[in-house]
T-cell receptor, first 116, second 112 residues
Framework: DGGITQSPKYLFRKEGQNVTLSCEQNLNHDAMYWYRQDPGQGLRLIYY???????QKGDIAEGYSVSREKKESFPLTVTSAQKNPTAFYLC???????????????FGPGTRLTVL | QKEVEQNSGPLSVPEGAIASLNCTYSDRGSQSFFWYRQYSGKSPELIMF????GDKEDGRFTAQLNKASQYVSLLIRDSQPSDSATYLCAVPTHSGNTPLVFGKGTRLSVIA
């Protein structure tokens, strides 16, 4: 059963702690993305990766870090430097294909992070 | 920096009516456009993709693209209460396989 999994579904963090959100895909997609969504807001890009061992910052990368050691996995660490981390975090993946016009992204179920 | 604008709503329509959702974008060079549906507390799912000017139909959904006016619309015919969700419009940051820039979404409520 192909898809994207994220864990945990809910995560609670104390101030000053680092936490890592997991994202795994078995779709054989090359590209993976992390977005953040706040209530009533659209998705904002944190980081993305198009190839193993390489990634690029998005619009709101400060206070976050990522790694891409395997094609299937793209974990996101929310560090203590992120001042307002309470949000819904979404991981997505897409193919890198021949069509320059098409870029469907498939989303995981999300992780809801709350800072206590 | 590309921008995508949507009316946040809520847009309320009676069951069976046509719901019309609009999206404008800032970059005249944008070539492909995506409509995602997001139920409350869930992740977005793709419902329509459009690349060419004009209309694209898929079941009860029709996407309309007008590149000259820089807007893309989503029409939902015979709206059902199950269509109640937030609809997100998105464009790639660059052509090809790049991250998407999302609008803030329009919340649709279909009243039975």
């Amino acid at each position: 059963d192909g898809g994207i999994t994220q864990s945990p579904k809910y995560l609670f963090r104390k101030e000053g702690q680092n936490v890592t959100l997991s994202c795994e895909q078995n779709l054989n997609h090359d590209a993976m993305y992390w977005y953040r969504q706040d209530p009533g807001q659209g998705l904002r890009l944190i980081y993305y990766s198009q190839i193993v061992n390489d990634f690029q910052k998005g619009d709101i990368a400060e206070g976050y870090s990522v790694s891409r050691e395997k094609k299937e996995s793209f974990p996101l660490t929310v560090t203590s430097a992120q001042k307002n981390p309470t949000a819904f975090y979404l991981c997505a993946s897409s193919i890198i294909g021949l069509s320059r016009a098409y870029n469907e992204q498939f989303f995981g179920p999300g992780t809801r992070l709350t800072v206590l | 920096q590309k921008e995508v604008e949507q009316n946040s709503g809520p847009l309320s329509v009676p069951e069976g009516a046509i719901a019309s959702l609009n999206c404008t974008y800032s970059d005249r060079g944008s070539q492909s456009f995506f409509w995602y549906r997001q139920y409350s507390g869930k992740s977005p799912e793709l419902i329509m993709f459009i690349y060419s000017n004009g209309d694209k139909e898929d079941g009860r959904f029709t996407a309309q693209l007008n590149k000259a006016s820089q807007y893309v619309s989503l029409l939902i015919r015979d709206s059902q209460p199950s269509d109640s969700a937030t609809y997100l419009c998105a464009v790639p940051t660059h052509s090809g396989n790049t991250p998407l820039v999302f609008g803030k979404g329009t919340r649709l409520s279909v009243i039975a």
